[in-house]
C-alpha cells in the first residue's frame, strides 16, 4: 500500500489531539511561531520555547501571534540548544524541534554521549516527498547528516527510513538504494554497496522491508523508464525509499524537487530517543507544520 499522504497525517494528528509536548530550539522565527500557533490550534501540540523570552515575544507580538498555551524557557543564545535537548531527555517534552538555530549546533547537542539524545544508531535526516502531480510519496535519506557514509552507516540510514516507512503505513516498503546507474561495477564503491545491500536483505537480515540496488532515479522513481531500459524488480518504478550514497547527492536531489516540483515535504531525524522535527531554517511554516505532523506519527 502507498505511503500516508500529508493530508492523511494531518487528519490523524486533528484525530488524536495529543497535545504533546514540543521543545523547539530557537523560537524567535516568524515561521516557526506561525506553525506552532497552528499546530496548538489543531490540538497537535503545547510548545515549549527554549531562547530569549524578549525575543519570542517581541516577534509575536509584532506579527499578531497569540502565545496563548506556550511555555518559554528564558535563555541565552548560546544555550538555547543544549537546553532543548536536556527539555526532551528529562521527559518535559517528546519531541524536539529545529528552530532558529544552527544544524551543527544542535546536532552537538543531539548527539552529546552524556546529555544527548542518541540511541546506539546512526543520527541522519529523513525526507517525507509529495509529488502531487503524479501522486507519488516517498522517502529520502541521508539528506542532511552523514556526508560519506560506510555500508555499516548505511544499514543504519536504511532502518531509520523503513522504520518511518511502517509508521506510515508501509509494513514491507520498497526501498531503492540509489547510484549513478544500475550496473554494478567494482570502480564504483556505491553500486558495490547497494548490490550488497541487497544481498543481505534477500537473505534475510532485513526481513521488514524490499531492498533492490543499484537504482539510478528514473529507475526508482519512474515505471515507464524500467520499461525503456528492460530491468524489472520489487523496487522498480515503486521505491517507497530512496537510499542514497552520499551527502551531497541526497541534498541535491531533494532540493531540486523542493524548487522546481509540485510537491509537499517535511522532515525529521532518525537515530534519537525522540522525534527530532529538522528541515532548513529557511523553510516556510507550512514546511514545518508537515514537519511536525511527521514528527507526530512517529511517538510511541
Not at 37 to 42: F, G, P, V
Not at 243 to 249: E, V
Request: hydrophobic share 45%; aromatic share 4%; with cysteine.
Amino acid at each position: 500500500m502507498p505511503l500516508m499522504s500529508f493530508d492523511d497525517l494531518f487528519r490523524l494528528a486533528d484525530d488524536r489531539a495529543s497535545g504533546s509536548v514540543v521543545a523547539v530550539a530557537g523560537g524567535a522565527d516568524l515561521t516557526v511561531l506561525s506553525a506552532l500557533s497552528e499546530a496548538r490550534d489543531r490540538g497537535w501540540i503545547s510548545p515549549l520555547v527554549v531562547g530569549p523570552e524578549r525575543e519570542v515575544r517581541a516577534i509575536a507580538d509584532e506579527s499578531g501571534i497569540d502565545l496563548r498555551g506556550f511555555s518559554i524557557l528564558d535563555v541565552e543564545p548560546d544555550v538555547v540548544a543544549p537546553a532543548a535537548v536536556e527539555s526532551v531527555r528529562s521527559g518535559r517534552a517528546s519531541i524536539l524541534m529545529k528552530g532558529k538555530v544552527s544544524t551543527p549546533t544542535l546536532l552537538s547537542s543531539i548527539s552529546d554521549p552524556e546529555f544527548g539524545l542518541r540511541i546506539g544508531r546512526v543520527v541522519c535526516q529523513v525526507v517525507f516527498m509529495e509529488i502531487t502531480a503524479h501522486s507519488r510519496r516517498f522517502l529520502l535519506a541521508d539528506t542532511g547528516v552523514c556526508v560519506q557514509p560506510k555500508l555499516p552507516t548505511k544499514i543504519d540510514i536504511l532502518r531509520g527510513a523503513v522504520e518511518l516507512a511502517h509508521a506510515l503505513g508501509e509494513p514491507s516498503p520498497r526501498v531503492a538504494v540509489m547510484a549513478a546507474t544500475e550496473a554494478v561495477s567494482p570502480g564504483m564503491l556505491d553500486t558495490m554497496h547497494a548490490a550488497e545491500l541487497q544481498r543481505r536483505n534477500e537473505t534475510g537480515e532485513f526481513p521488514d522491508c524490499r531492498v533492490q540496488g543499484p537504482l539510478s532515479f528514473d529507475l526508482a522513481y519512474a515505471a515507464d523508464a524500467a520499461d525503456k531500459k528492460r530491468i524489472s524488480g520489487p523496487v522498480v518504478g515503486a521505491a517507497d525509499v530512496m537510499l542514497f550514497p552520499d551527502l551531497a547527492s541526497a541534498n541535491l536531489t531533494v532540493k531540486a524537487i523542493m524548487y522546481t516540483a509540485d510537491c509537499r515535504f517535511g522532515g525529521v531525524l532518525k537515530g534519537t530517543t525522540a522525534p527530532v522535527v529538522f528541515m532548513s531554517r529557511s523553510d516556510t511554516a507550512e514546511t514545518r507544520l508537515r514537519s511536525l505532523a511527521l514528527a507526530l506519527v512517529s511517538v510511541r
